[in-house]
Structures are given as C-alpha cells and as structure tokens.
C-alpha cells in the first residue's frame, strides 16, 4: 500500500486576519472566523473548558487526531488542522469548509449510502485508536458531495484511566452521564449484530495497515 500524502499546510498566525464571531457556526465551544490573503477563511476555536479556564490539552489531542488521520485516510477524508495561538490563546485553525449540508443529527445514518457508512466505520479507527468516544451523530458532517468528515476529537484520551474503556462494547457510553447521544459506532455496530444492515469488515483493512506501518517511535514523537 502506498502511504497518503498529508493535507494542505494551513497558514501561520501573521498570515490571517479577523473576520468575524463564529458562533453563528452553532457548538457549544466559542469560535472566531479568520481569513487569509487569499480570501480562503478558517475556524479558530480557543482550546478551552466549558468553565473558560484555559486547557491547552484539548488543541494538541485533536492536531494529533487530524496528523494520524492524514496517514490512515484519503486525502479529503480528513479536515486539517494545528494548533495556533491566537487572541491571546492557544487553540486550532482549520478551514472553513464550503458545501457543508448539516450533521449526522439532522441526516440519521440510516438514510446513508453503504460507501457513505464505510467510510463512517473507517473513522472508528481512528477513534478507538486515541479513545475517543464522543464520536457521536453530531461530530460528523456531511458535504454536498456526498463525503462524511469526523470531526471535534478534543475528548482524545479523556477516558484512558477507565478500565471499561480498555474493551470494545456496544453499551460503552461514557458521555451518557453529560446527556450526550451514543457514539454512531454503537448504533451501527448494533444494527450489524442484529442483522439489520450489512457491513464489509475488510473495508477497514488499508487504514489498519496503515495505522500499524507506523513505528513506535513515530508514533511517540506525534504525541
């Protein structure tokens, strides 16, 4: 197999400028609009607690999230994103994509296609590879084209002292305390154990290869 090239390089922070609030974007974390010289216009969201104190953490699990998924996924398959200090605050860039049609919240994966599910199922490795579980309907996008993004991995890792999330389950949902919906694995998962729906396993087997062709010091220097 032949390793997929990264993403675009984003711009550094004297390249952007100020546009606007972005909370017109929805979420529940505050963002702000910038753009580049180019007009090309990106999302910066402060990496911060839900009480505001500063939680620097949240940016590098999900640069970390964005730099693994550039090696296991097609290029497209991922948003790109670093951390940045910005306003006087550590958080990420990425850019604002265009063509965006709503969440998995408004489009349930039932109505999906079998590629548009594939590659739903491809995203959990990545996913469980950095435990995260707030892998819900809402943290993924659907384009106009018909791609499916992951997005929103600031929970990498918050469950790695819980033993319970050391072994795969249908029923391991720990967000469920917060009032959040199930990861979309599970309901997925789910309905293949059931027989509702047919999934072919092997699909997953590139970004498995992948993911195991990097070598553990690799892998040390990305965390």
Request: glycine letters at 8%; proline letters at 5%; one cysteine or more.
């Amino acid at each position: 197999f032949t390793k997929v090239e990264p993403g675009p390089d984003l711009p550094s922070e004297s390249q952007l400028k100020y546009v606007k609030n972005g909370s017109y974007l929805g979420g529940a974390g505050s963002k702000s609009i910038y753009k580049d010289a180019k007009g090309q216009e990106y999302i910066f969201k402060p990496a911060v607690t839900k009480s505001g104190y500063a939680a620097e953490y949240k940016a590098y699990v999900q640069e970390l999230a964005a730099q693994l998924g550039e090696q296991l996924y097609a290029q497209g398959d991922t948003v790109p994103l670093r951390t940045v200090k910005l306003e006087n605050k550590m958080g990420t860039l990425q850019p604002l994509l265009s063509g965006v049609t709503g969440d998995l919240k408004a489009t349930s994966w039932k109505n999906l296609s079998p590629e548009q599910i594939r590659r739903i199922v491809e995203e959990h490795v990545l996913d469980w590879t950095l435990g995260n579980f707030d892998s819900h309907a809402g943290n993924f996008i659907l384009l106009d084209n018909g791609r499916i993004l992951g997005i929103d991995k600031e929970q990498c890792f918050r469950y790695l002292n819980d033993a319970n999330s050391g072994s795969m389950s249908l029923t391991y949902h720990p967000n469920a305390h917060y009032g959040e919906e199930p990861p979309i694995y599970n309901q997925i998962f789910e309905a293949f154990a059931k027989g509702q729906i047919d999934l072919d396993l092997n699909s997953i087997l590139p970004a498995l290869q992948r993911l195991e062709a990097i070598s553990d010091s690799e892998y040390r220097d990305m965390l």
